[in-house]
């Protein structure tokens, strides 16, 4: 026990203090306190900005005149007429005096004719704005043109109304399901990204004492099912560390502004109806998860003498996980999908799918127990499976790019009980 917190407290102060974990850790701090700041961040630059002038040769006071009471209201925007003609208009803009020019003109049917004068024509806010309000205008002339009053055209734009009731009175509401995709998503990327960035982190850490020879001096002091699982729990002490670092920092920007919230928000977003069992099973998945493919990095990461020949080991594991994502990007919107169902039974792919199924639909509690089982029986499996080839690949040096290399760790180990 005592060459187990050996191992597990060198790997995660050695990996606490490195530049990388720091400057990560940093990286994502700020990237909260942003996000929670960002309403703030928003009027810093706001205020320094400029109403846009836009130049208006204009030929058909009527359009004038429609466009002028439509941005009324924007102060983004600020129409100037300009009596001196077109060229020096175009001169003007050109030299920057102004954003655009504008030359209003009417068809024969008082439908607006416009003509756009800008340094550079690509669409930018500026340029979206107005054509989105000589659209409007143009369709106000057609409609009073061809007689509609504004009672009909309500009716003619009102949606159909389709009332939807399940059966199931554990099925959720359009609103809930909604909800429950957005924290279904954020947990599966979560656990998407913690996958590839701590399963590479124990591969590395695992080579990399192999090529300097450190791993020689660590397996003479501790056996190597030993180190093996150190590793993988020291990473994961890591994360947790990573994480609880930038949800301190996140809760303690995000308090302030609580105060301005209005009793019940919560509920009126409908975060009220969310269980707290999901959240549950969400850490639940997140963490079987994470001992799966820690434990395939791991004995991958045993089997090479070299970091630059760690990539094309991991590269199956890291298409699992790929797969797996896509599978539960699909089910977002197709959670009862048949081959969803039979995707949330497989170990390899249940930590995502499985949570996703939960957070959508209402699932059987036979089904995720199920689930729960295999995938605790493959983590198991391969557990003693990756003991074995751990044991036999930390002595084996030279170059190793093939999933082969197993068998041959696999032979290692046996002489080496």
Do not use: C
Not at 113 to 134: G, H, P, R
Not at 186 to 196: D, E, G, S
Not at 228 to 243: D, E
């Amino acid at each position: 026990m005592n060459k187990f917190l050996l191992v597990l407290g060198h790997t995660y102060w050695t990996r606490f203090k490195s530049k990388a974990f720091l400057i990560t850790t940093a990286i994502l701090l700020l990237l909260v306190l942003a996000v929670a700041n960002i309403d703030s961040i928003i009027k810093i630059f706001d205020s320094d900005s400029e109403a846009s002038e836009v130049i208006v040769i204009n030929e058909s006071l009527l359009i004038y005149t429609e466009l002028d009471n439509y941005l009324a209201s924007d102060e983004t925007i600020k129409l100037i007429e300009y009596e001196e003609g077109l060229e020096a208009g175009k001169k003007a803009v050109e030299n920057e005096e102004y954003e655009a020019l504008l030359v209003l003109k009417e068809q024969a049917n008082t439908l607006p004719d416009v003509t756009y004068y800008a340094k550079s024509v690509t669409t930018d806010e500026l340029q979206t704005k107005l054509e989105a309000n000589l659209q409007i205008i143009k369709d106000s002339l057609l409609i009073e043109q061809a007689g509609i009053d504004e009672a009909t055209l309500l009716e003619l734009n009102e949606p159909v109304n389709i009332e939807k009731l399940a059966l199931d009175k554990s099925a959720k509401t359009d609103a809930e399901l909604d909800l429950a995709r957005v924290i279904v998503y954020v947990m599966i990327f979560i656990l998407y990204m913690a996958i590839i960035i701590y399963g590479q982190m124990i591969a590395t850490d695992i080579a990399t004492e192999k090529s300097s020879r450190v791993m020689e001096l660590l397996i003479s002091s501790a056996s190597p099912v030993t180190h093996m699982f150190a590793k993988i729990i020291g990473i994961a002490l890591l994360g947790i560390t990573q994480v609880g670092i930038v949800v301190i920092g996140g809760t303690i920007a995000i308090i302030p502004k609580l105060k301005g919230i209005k009793p019940g928000l919560l509920e009126d977003i409908g975060l009220g109806s969310v269980s707290p069992a999901l959240f549950l099973y969400g850490f639940l998945f997140f963490l079987l998860g994470y001992l799966l493919y820690a434990t395939i990095a791991a004995m991958f990461g045993s089997l090479v003498s070299r970091v630059e020949d760690l990539q094309q080991l991991l590269m199956p594991m890291f298409i699992l996980i790929i797969i797996a994502f896509f599978i539960a990007m699909f089910g977002l919107n197709m959670p009862e999908a048949k081959f969803i169902t039979i995707s949330s039974f497989i170990p390899f792919f249940s930590p995502m799918i499985m949570f996703l199924r939960i957070g959508m639909i209402s699932v059987p509690l036979w089904e995720i127990l199920v689930s729960i089982g295999i995938l605790i029986g493959t983590i198991v499996v391969l557990g003693l499976l990756g003991a074995r080839i751990y044991r036999g690949g930390v002595l084996m040096y030279g170059p190793s790019r093939s999933l082969k290399d197993i068998k041959n760790a696999f032979s290692l180990s046996k002489k080496e009980k």
